[in-house]
């Protein structure tokens, strides 16, 4: 089964450096790359020379290929909770929080999304933004665009949003950075993304993602905010279930889909003070101690709406409560 994963991932990268390597003339003057540049011309009314300029400066590159397919949710629970629940995110979490402090506290009020939420996410994705990284998005997007068959579509339409957003703020495509796969700024949002859910915190007219933590942190409010975040709700709870029914009832997708009165017929103690139309779902994952078993509720399906990963959300969650101090 390992081997079957390895070999996928394997046969993934080498068919995405082979397309790479497949073309010889310059990226701009590919067939696919003029068909693309057509269709946003006439979809969004830009300017075909300016577009022909900027794909001209496309850098597409084979490193990105290779770290889409290895990403960091394919480990283990225990491994990837190591990455992210040290003493030093935990401090500089602390510290992010009370330099902003009114402004997380304001959105937290309006949002109803508490600031240990929105300062976990930073600091998952970016420690707080001192790792945003260092691929042009543009590159980034291109790459994956027209060399990476599997979600090629996904991407060229991220390119697509990117360019809208980059003429709606007035920004040059080529110098935003991001990761690999085009996630931006202190948030890591998508294009599609920024353009649904970003957030102009000061109304000055920038939603700044990449520089101005109020913006950044009012962008994740919002996009919570938006996907049904539950103010004042619970999260997830970790619980012991005797014998071995609930494994027939463990989720992938960590949608909420067990009343409390099949949770409890599962021989799972149920948690006080959850509201009689609590819908959960459960959760195994594989810890350092062994399995452990998540009772999981709306707002944790709703952190996977940022991120589908159930490692993700379970990562933001311990997050916030470290921050929190419980």
């Known amino acids: 089964m390992i081997m079957n994963k390895k070999l996928r991932l394997f046969a993934a990268l080498v068919t995405g450096m082979l397309t790479v390597a497949a073309h010889a003339e310059p990226f701009s003057q590919r067939q696919d790359v003029q068909q693309f540049i057509t269709e946003l011309a006439k979809e969004q ?119 809208r957003l980059a003429r709606q703020q007035k920004l040059d495509p080529r110098e935003p950075k991001g990761s690999y796969a085009g996630a931006m700024g202190l948030p890591q949002f998508m294009p599609s993304s920024y353009l649904a859910y970003a957030a102009d915190y000061e109304g000055d007219g920038h939603k700044d993602i990449w520089h101005n933590p109020a913006d950044a942190a009012a962008s994740i409010a919002n996009y919570l905010k938006v996907h049904h975040w539950q103010a004042g709700q619970d999260i997830a709870f970790l619980v012991k279930p005797k014998g071995d029914a609930y494994q027939k009832q463990l989720s992938k997708t960590v949608k909420p889909n067990l009343s409390l009165s099949q949770v409890r017929g599962l021989q799972i103690a149920i948690p006080e003070g959850l509201p009689a139309d609590t819908q959960a779902s459960l959760l195994s994952l594989d810890g350092a101690g062994g399995e452990e078993v998540w009772l999981t509720l709306e707002n944790f399906y709703v952190i996977t709406r940022y991120n589908h990963s159930p490692l993700y959300a379970m990562a933001v969650f311990q997050l916030s409560r470290a921050l929190a101090g419980s």
């Not at 009314?45 to 900027?54: A, E, T």
Request: glycine share 6%; net charge positive.
């Open 45 to 163: 009314q830009f300017d075909r020379d300016y577009l022909q300029q900027i794909m001209a400066s496309v850098q597409p590159q084979e490193k990105i290929i290779e770290a889409i397919t290895r990403p960091a949710e394919a480990m283990t629970w225990a491994r990837y909770r190591a990455i992210f629940m040290t003493n030093a995110r935990i401090q500089a979490g602390r510290k992010f929080m009370a330099e902003h402090a009114k402004v997380l506290d304001e959105l937290e009020q309006r949002t109803g999304v508490p600031k240990t939420i929105m300062t976990a996410i930073l600091g998952v994705e970016t420690f707080y933004g001192q790792r945003t990284g260092s691929y042009r998005v543009l590159d980034a997007l291109a790459t994956l665009g027209f060399d990476y068959p599997k979600r090629s579509e996904f991407f060229r339409s991220e390119l697509k949003h990117f360019l």
